[in-house]
């Protein structure tokens, strides 16, 4: 069962608090012991977290205040589990630490039902396919990908939206985003259990 888990953002002072501070409760509330932090890609050490992230949390009745934190090799050595807010979160760090990529995913990504991962699978496939036949085939080589297939090889969209700088309603839908995710993840982590 993986136990230590780091949610990576850019800033650390929006999404990837919010998603430490809910999974904590959440975790508490369902009795799991997990180890929860929160770093950002590119962000200084010691900052507040957003007033709009800090009255959500509150909200749910986390009192305590979390402060931000620079990925650290330190981070990515501690966590069994990294889950970041976007693609270019997690390429970043692969890119910084590529002995993670084996534990590096977004969260969306991490907690996609079944049926979604096999339906990525069949659009890679057919992505896939068509690149096959466009190398063997030079008549193919100025065609370009059918729009139908063009649209399913982008239409996956595994990264929760920066809410920095909105007003409170795009911070409560971004966590509300987040808190959907955390309770596949939270299905997830206990069915691991089992």
């Known amino acids: 069962m993986v136990n230590r888990i780091l949610f990576v953002c850019t800033g650390n002072t929006c999404r990837s608090p919010l998603a430490e501070g809910m999974l904590r409760l959440m975790a508490e509330e ?4 997990l180890d929860i932090r929160s770093a950002g890609t590119a962000a200084s050490e010691g900052c507040p977290i957003s007033p709009h992230s800090r009255q959500i949390l509150q909200s749910k009745g986390m009192q305590e205040m979390l402060l931000s934190s620079p990925v650290s090799g330190e981070h990515v050595n501690w966590a069994e589990l990294i889950l970041t807010m976007t693609m270019g979160h997690k390429r970043s760090l692969i890119q910084q630490y590529p002995e993670a990529a084996d534990k590096t995913f977004t969260l969306k990504e991490y907690v996609r039902h079944e049926e979604e991962a096999a339906a990525e699978a069949e659009k890679e496939r057919a992505v896939a396919e068509w690149e096959i036949q466009k190398a063997l085939n030079p008549s193919l080589s100025g065609v370009e990908m059918p ?7 982008t239409s996956s969209d595994y990264d929760i939206s920066d809410p920095f700088g909105g007003s409170f309603d795009v911070y409560k839908r971004c966590a509300d985003e987040i808190e959907l995710c955390l309770r596949r993840l939270l299905d997830k982590l206990k069915s691991s259990q089992q």
Do not use: F
Request: hydrophobic share 55%; aromatic share 18%; glycine share 10%.
């Open 30 to 33: 369902a009795g799991l012991p």
């Open 147 to 153: 729009p139908w297939l063009e649209w399913s090889a």
